[in-house]
C-alpha cells in the first residue's frame, strides 16, 4: 500500500485510535486479514467470521511486525476501532485509489472472468507495473485488498468484481471506481439466485453505468445482452467477437493438435498472428477481450499478439495440463464449474483427444455438480451429459448425488453411448475407477463447482500414480 500514518488511516476510515503511542507511525507493509500473512509495516483487518474471529489474533500479529489492528473494538494493541469493518476497509480502499496515477480497468461476466483477467494482466506487465486480483477474489473484501496492494509505482490496476445480486457491482464500482469496464457475457451462473438472465445482465451491466465519459466500456458483440449495454453508458464503446462488426476480433480460429487455440487477431490498429499456451477454444473470447482492453491503453497489436502468445495460467485449477511419467495427462479444471464453462471444457477436451487418440488414448470426463442452478438444474445437468456423447468424449464419469446422476443420465439417454458412462458415489471412488483403467495416451477432464471439491481426484492421479488415497477434506 502507499505509505500513510495511523492518523490518517483513522481520518479516512472514520475510526478511533487505541493504544496507539505514535500515531504519525505508517502502514508501509501490506494490509491483510490472514494473520499468517502479517509483514512488518502491515495493518492487519480483524474480521469476525462464523468460526474464527480476528481480533483474537491481535497480539500475535502485532508481534510479528503489524503496526495496528483494523477491527470493530480495543484488543489492547495499537488499533483503530471502526463500527463496521468491511466499509472501513472499502473507505480506505477508495482513498488509495484516488491518490494513486493507476489506470483502473475493471472486469466482470458469468464465465471466464478470473481466466480473463489474468490474460489481461499479463499483457499489460509487458508494458508497465500492474496489480490485479490474486485467485478469484473479487468480492466486497478480496477487491479492496487487492486495491489497497497497489504502490506508487503501479501504472495499472486490474480488478476482477464478482456479484451475487443486483447492487453488488455497483457498490464495487463505487469502491474502486474504473476508467475501463470490461463485461464477458451473460450466462447462467448463479441464475437460481438471480432469478434469470436479464436479472444477470442488469447487475453485469451495472460496470459500464459506473463509468466516467472518458472512459470506455468493452462489451461482447457476440453476446446480444452483454451489447445491449452500450446503451447504458456515456463512455466509450468498444466491441471485441467474432462478429464482422466488432472493433476487435479473430479470423481463421483454429486448435492446434494439443488443443491450443490459434488465430488471426484484428485490432483497428492492425493485425497479427496469436498462438495461446493456454488450452481450450473459449480462450479466444478472453484473448479478444484482453487485446481490447489493451488497445485502448495505446498497446500495439504486434505487442498485443507477442503478450497473448506468451501468457500463461496465473490460478490455481483452471484448465491445468499435466502429463504424467506414464503419458496419462491430467486436465485440472475444478475451481468452478457453470454450464457455459462445462461446455467449453468438455469441447477442450474434446480437442486434446484428437492427438490423445492417434495414440491409442482416450479422452475420459470426470464431472460433478454444478451449484446455484435453481429451477434449471436438472435441465443443464442433463444437457451437459448430452454434450459429452455429441463431442465424443470416450468416458464419463459423474461423481456425487442426485446432479451427478442427471449427468449421466442425460449421456445413457443420447445414445447406444450409455455403458460408456457411470455413476460413482464420491470423489475415491472415482479414483479407485481411473486407477484400474486409465492407460498410456488418455486424456482425463476434472470440472466441478468449487463446492464439490474434485480438485482432489485430479491430485490424487498425479501425485498418487496408480495407488494412494485422495486426500480427505
Known sequence: MIALSLAEIAEVVGGQTHDIPD????????????????????????????????????????????????????????????????????????HVVQRLGATLVALTGSAGKTSTKDLIA??????????????????????????????????????????????????????????????????????????????IAQAKGELVESLPEDGAAILNADDPLVRAMASRTKAKVLLFGESGEADVRAENVRLTDSGQPSFMLHTPSGCSDV?????????????????????????????????????????????EVTERPDGVTIVNDAYNANPESMRAALRALAAMGGASRAKGGRTWAVLGKMAELGDEALAEHDAVGRLAVRLNVSKLVAVGGREASWLQLGAYNEGSWGEESVHVSDAQAAVDLLRSELRPGDVVLVKASRSVGLESIAEALLAGGAQGEVDAR
Open 23 to 94: 500515531p504519525s507511525v505508517q502502514v508501509t507493509g501490506s494490509v491483510v486479514r490472514d494473520s499468517r500473512e502479517v509483514e512488518p509495516g502491515s495493518l492487519f483487518v480483524a474480521f469476525v467470521g462464523e468460526r474464527v474471529d480476528g481480533h483474537d489474533y491481535a497480539e500475535a500479529v502485532v508481534a510479528a511486525g503489524a503496526v495496528a489492528v483494523l477491527g470493530s473494538r480495543p484488543m489492547g494493541v495499537p488499533a483503530i476501532v471502526v463500527a463496521d469493518v468491511q466499509k472501513a476497509l472499502g473507505a480506505l480502499a477508495r
Open 122 to 199: 499479463q499483457v499489460l506487465q509487458s508494458k508497465a507495473p500492474t496489480v490485479f486480483t490474486p485467485g478469484s477474489l473479487n468480492n466486497e473484501i478480496g477487491l479492496p485488498l487487492t486495491a489497497l496492494s497497489a504502490t506508487e509505482e503501479t501504472k495499472f490496476l486490474v480488478l476482477e468484481m464478482g456479484a451475487r445480486g443486483i447492487g453488488h457491482i455497483r457498490y464495487l464500482a463505487d469502491l474502486t471506481p474504473p476508467r475501463i469496464g470490461l463485461v464477458l457475457n451473460v450466462g447462467t451462473a448463479h441464475i437460481g439466485e438471480f432469478g434469470g438472465r436479464e436479472q
Open 275 to 319: 498462438t495461446m499456451r493456454l488450452y481450450g477454444e473459449h480462450h479466444v473470447s478472453n484473448a479478444l477481450a484482453a487485446a481490447a482492453v489493451a488497445h485502448e491503453l495505446g498497446m500495439s497489436v504486434a505487442e498485443i499478439a507477442t503478450a497473448l502468445s506468451e501468457a500463461g495460467s496465473l490460478s490455481r485449477w483452471r484448465m
